[in-house]
């Protein structure tokens, strides 16, 4: 069965459907894309024609689709200010929309519900949602998403698989699992595509190994995380009204070539949807390419989250045991360091780290600072020196 976007299902109509990766790259096809010139920041392109859209008429095109898919580099502060716009003109358009969140597990739905509703505090619920533990990314890059959803009661839901779930996946395939583990991840794995296990064979080929077993694990570790994304949206999908909207954020590299979360989830339940990436102007090889999504919105280079400090991103292993690089800013003192991503910080000078909190807690204090980061990189372990930068 083939899943159109929303908009070829309205044409054909009026004339008679291990964390996350987000990279940018060509259509699994390889063809190359003919780059039309004179894209701006700020444009809106309709990736199938190279046409520009403005604003209103992008959203007139999400509005028909029931779920519309928003693409994010994580630390981008531009990718989460596209995603913001688009809600907020959404929710204008449609009230009842609803909000999926690859950022939070099913299993902090409460906590989730309650937050919507404006009975707990922003501190209370980063607490309790155990938010440097689950996602590590600075929260105020998603706060002005947050307050909009607190102040409007948007729903919000939260479709991945639970994180320790998915590293034990990596490290041992899903036979590895309890029954009671089985049973908080999808029932389904669509394991047979083979352009999406060529994508994920993309993606292992470029990460660092650390834990995990073999491919077969790691393919197993991406189904787990993208099945169970798409069982919970399919499920939200069968519960909506009639005018009812799902608008989704999640990592670009989750949606690529219409393969991934959108697929999975229309395996589950036939939707009409689009998909709409931010792309910087300076990937201009990106701005007209299919392969990335139904619509691209050209933006600023993104602008460094991490000004001063450390200059790395990272999140705590479900383990308890350090926390893992997820990325490092080109120019910080972590890359001056020579941290890599995929290194896991356990210690600090002589402080154990066993998430970001006590990162932070480690390097506060004066700058010009130079402290010990014992990290492991594979088999191996090392200690890098770093001064902090003001």
């Excluded at 698989?161 to 899903?174: C, L, T």
Aim: charged share 25%; with cysteine.
């Amino acid at each position: 069965m083939t899943y159109l976007p929303a908009r070829t299902l309205v044409l054909l109509c009026s004339v008679l459907i291990l964390a996350g990766c987000s990279t940018f790259r060509p259509g699994l096809s390889g063809t190359a894309v003919e780059q039309p010139l004179g894209y701006r920041v700020g444009d809106i392109v309709d990736t199938q024609s190279g046409l520009t859209l403005k604003v209103d008429s992008l959203m007139e095109e999400l509005s028909r689709a029931k779920v519309v898919y928003v693409g994010e580099t994580h630390t981008s502060i531009e990718d989460h200010r596209i995603q913001l716009e688009i809600l907020k003109r959404l929710y204008e358009r449609n009230p009842s929309i609803v909000l999926a969140m690859e950022m939070f597990p099913t299993d902090a739905q409460p906590v989730l519900d309650r937050f919507s509703t404006g009975a707990v505090t922003e501190e209370e619920f980063l607490k309790e949602v155990k938010w440097s533990k689950i996602w590590g990314y600075p929260f105020r890059l998603y706060r002005p998403i947050m307050t909009l959803v607190e102040s409007k009661h948007i729903r919000i839901i939260g479709i991945n698989a639970p994180g320790e779930i998915v590293a034990k996946v990596a490290r041992n395939g899903v036979a590895s699992l309890t029954a009671d583990e089985r049973a908080r991840i999808a029932r389904d794995f669509h394991s047979d595509d083979p352009l999406n296990r060529l994508r994920i064979r993309q993606e292992y080929d470029q990460h660092l190994k650390g834990d995990i077993k073999d491919f077969d694990a790691f393919y197993e570790a991406q189904l787990t995380w993208e099945e169970t994304m798409a069982q919970t949206l399919a499920e939200t999908l069968g519960k909506l009204p009639q005018n009812g909207q799902i608008v989704v954020l999640i990592g670009k590299g989750h949606m690529p070539d219409r393969l991934g979360v959108p697929v999975l989830t229309s395996k589950r339940a036939p939707n009409a949807f689009s998909t709409v990436a931010p792309v910087p102007f300076d990937y201009p090889e990106s701005i007209a390419d299919p392969g990335i999504a139904d619509f691209v919105w050209v933006t600023d280079k993104p602008e460094n989250p991490h000004k001063g400090g450390l200059g790395l991103m990272a999140r705590a292993l479900s383990t308890g045991e350090g926390i893992e690089i997820a990325g490092v800013i080109p120019g910080s003192p972590a890359e001056k360091a020579g941290f890599l991503k995929g290194d896991v910080i356990f210690m600090i000078d002589e402080t154990p780290v066993r998430n970001v909190d006590d990162l932070h807690t480690a390097v506060a204090g004066e700058p010009g600072k130079v402290h010990s980061f014992h990290v492991k990189r594979g088999k191996k372990r090392l200690s890098l020196p770093v001064t902090l930068s003001p």
